[in-house]
């Protein structure tokens, strides 16, 4: 398969945008996405960009999901 990165931070990006005009950063989409966008980043090399939006997203899965939740444990891993 080829790997079009480059389109995938745009479009994240995008839904980031997207999501903190709407419905606001403390909401769990906008935290989903920072944790996809992470994976992105971790793909392209940029491994403390990625740091950076999974320690984002984190507290907001927690507070949503619960600590206990595959979604804040795989970011929590990832984190780590």
């Known amino acids: 398969a080829r790997h079009r990165w480059s389109e995938a931070e745009q479009l994240l990006d ?4 997207l999501y903190s005009s709407s419905v606001g950063k403390a ?3 906008h935290a ?3 944790v996809e966008f992470a994976g992105v980043l971790v793909a392209t090399g ?3 960009e ?3 939006h ?3 997203a984190l507290p907001v899965l927690r507070v949503h ?3 206990d ?3 804040t444990r795989n970011c929590e891993t990832d984190l780590n």
Not at 14 to 17: F, I, K, Q, S, V
């Open 69 to 71: 939740h595959p979604a």
């Open 32 to 34: 989903i996405t920072l």
């Open 54 to 56: 999974y320690a984002e």
């Open 46 to 48: 940029r491994l403390a």
């Open 50 to 52: 990625a740091a950076t």
């Open 14 to 17: 995008e839904a980031l945008e």
């Open 65 to 67: 999901y619960g600590a």
């Open 27 to 29: 909401h769990p989409y």
